[in-house]
């Protein structure tokens, strides 16, 4: 078994195997992006459910880990240089992409063209829709000032076209089925629980909702939306 003894997170949340990855998350458009991944690229894994509450992200357990108090993380005993700890959606993906050697392309162009589609989404269309969330749903939709509303809509709207363009003729952001996809993908279909499809005109968007379709229909997808399961 492996010695996870110097992760303090662990004597919050205990690995029952030590010897396997261990995924501290909740499934978020962001926590999936990490089970999903594991799922697909059939990594054996242990999952701990750290919700969203200050007890938890806020720990000093938690934050010995990812000091941005954010879920994902991940400890990697079978490290490049013994086990590694890791926090942020997409360096995670990219990380395990690289470990298996699957879902990043082949050629170094294709592994280029894929990390850029993920940057798109950790540098724009997370933070966009996340924000609009906010603004539609949350305690920002109380506000009389509607101007930071109409301004996240209007960048999500934007990014939605920048999408919808791309999969023309395609059936992946890529081509093949990538880690983009794994990223891009929870986000649009989070779109629903934000209370913003109409604001953004999703139905005006065939191949987005084609593609969000064909991704939720992958086995490995649809085991890991729940995954750890919600309380």
Known sequence: M??????????????QNTDVLQLFSFPTPNGVKASIALEEMGIPYEAHLVTLSDADV??????SLNPNNKIPAIIDPNGPDG??????????????????GKLMGKTAAEKAKTIQWVMFQMGGLGPM?????FFVKFAGSEWEDKRPQQRYVAEGKRLLAVLEQELEGKDWITGEYSIADIAIAPWLNALEFCGAKEMVGWDDHPNL???VARFKARPAVAKAMNIPPRP
């Not at 997170?9 to 205990?14: D, N, R």
Request: proline content about 9%; hydrophobic content about 45%; aromatic content about 14%.
């Open 209 to 211: 909702v084609a593609y």
């Open 2 to 15: 492996a010695d996870l003894s110097a992760f303090p997170i662990t004597q919050k949340w205990t690995p």
């Open 58 to 63: 806020k720990s000093p357990e938690f934050l």
């Open 129 to 133: 829709l996340g924000q609009m969330g």
């Open 83 to 100: 086990p590694l700890g890791l926090f942020e959606s997409g360096a995670i993906l990219i990380y395990l992409a690289e470990k298996s």
